[in-house]
């Protein structure tokens, strides 16, 4: 069946301009996940989605990210007026409720020029 | 809270050489294991998982890890790797009540040489 998808697969954008990246789940999968990947730094959580709610926001690094899912399905993480900083890989990951395994996205590569 | 080292950030061997990627995890509770492999433009994929039992796990390919609690470890080993193993291993803990969240380590880059 079809995995995780994310796109764009790359982006780049100028410092300053709000950026959307999309994620995919599996069907069927209630819990969602967004990560940032940044070079030798590990995945660092950003937001955790079961159906619609997030009840974990904690790994946000400032107002200046936002994550939404709609219908249970489809989630999207904006970063409004991107800083070099935020160049990194961005992650999603869905499971089951209450799964141990994640199923990752192929990731979408932000560099902020 | 848990946390997650992955002491080695780049692991070089030779094929056919046996390795060892080693992970240590602190939690104040029962914890649940994974490593997780990410080829190169990928996404993470499931290596091998610690659940409960037997404290030996393996995956389809090759690789094992054994959850040690007394040293709070669960170091992946592989008896013998392939070029194709050239990969970034990622170590995970997660509690095995409440929060859904794992921590990952930082990951170490396995780069076999031919």
């Known amino acids: 069946g079809a995995g995780v998808s994310q796109s764009p697969s790359n982006k780049v954008t100028e410092k300053g301009k709000d950026v959307e990246l999309r994620c995919d789940p599996i069907?069927?999968?209630?819990?969602l996940y967004w990560y940032r990947q940044s070079l030798g730094q590990g995945l660092e959580f950003l937001i955790y989605?079961?159906?619609?709610?997030?009840?974990?926001k904690s790994g946000l690094p400032s107002d200046r990210f936002s994550a939404e899912r709609t219908g249970g399905s489809v989630s999207t993480l904006t970063i409004q007026r991107t800083q070099q900083e935020d160049s990194a890989v961005y992650l999603c990951?869905?499971?089951?409720?209450?799964?141990?395994?994640?199923?990752f996205g192929p990731g979408t590569r932000l560099t902020v020029t | 809270a848990q946390s997650v080292t992955q002491l080695d950030s780049q692991v070089p061997v030779f094929e056919e050489a046996p390795v060892e990627l080693r992970c240590n995890y602190s939690s104040s509770v029962s914890v649940y294991l994974f490593w997780y492999v990410q080829y190169p433009n990928q996404g993470l994929q499931l290596l091998l998982k610690?659940?409960?039992?037997?404290?030996l796990v393996e995956s389809i390919n090759g690789f094992e890890a054994e959850f040690n609690k007394s040293q709070t470890s669960f170091h992946l080993r592989k008896p013998s790797v392939h070029i194709s193993d050239t990969a970034e291993y990622f170590c995970a803990v997660r509690g095995s009540g409440g929060s859904y969240i794992p921590t990952f380590g930082r990951g170490t880059s396995l780069i076999v040489h031919p």
């Open positions: 610690y659940l409960s039992g037997s404290t």
């Open positions: 989605f079961q159906g619609n709610s997030a009840p974990d």
């Open positions: 990951a869905s499971s089951y409720p209450n799964g141990y395994e994640q199923y």
């Open positions: 069907s069927g999968h209630t819990a």
